[in-house]
Nanobody
């Protein structure tokens, strides 16, 4: 069993930065691939980025590449998303997720992740 809790969302202006955190519990967390997804009103949940169990590899959506950085700190059981140069189109509810089946794979479909947090809202004004 894995439990995830996100924090760090808020209202910012275009061009600002924000760092999201996701703190987890559960013995499987350290060997899981962890990811961030987001969902805007009226849209499907979309992949943002993922990181393997040891932090050795990462993968990003094209829309955030070069602006967002995903990282993890297993000592703190935490996943982070550093978001720079935010744009209004980044406005969404952001979720962290865990794939416990294979921590070496960087999956990008939401159905491939077994555990989810409740999400945190990010709003970027123009």
């Amino acid at each position: 069993q894995v439990q995830l809790v996100e924090s760090g969302g808020g209202l910012v202006h275009a061009g600002d930065s924000l760092r999201l955190s996701c703190v987890g519990s559960g013995y499987m967390l350290k060997i899981s691939t962890l990811a961030w997804f987001r969902q805007a009103p009226g849209k499907e949940r979309e992949f943002v980025g993922a990181i393997t169990w040891n932090g050795g590899r990462t993968k990003y959506a094209d829309s955030v590449k070069g602006r967002f950085t995903i990282s993890r700190d297993d000592a703190e059981s935490a996943l982070y998303l550093q978001m720079n140069n935010l744009k209004p189109e980044d406005t969404a509810f952001y979720y962290c997720a865990a794939d416990i089946r294979d921590g070496t794979q960087l999956r990008s479909y939401s159905y491939e992740y077994e555990y989810w947090g409740q999400g945190t809202q990010v709003t970027v004004s123009s």
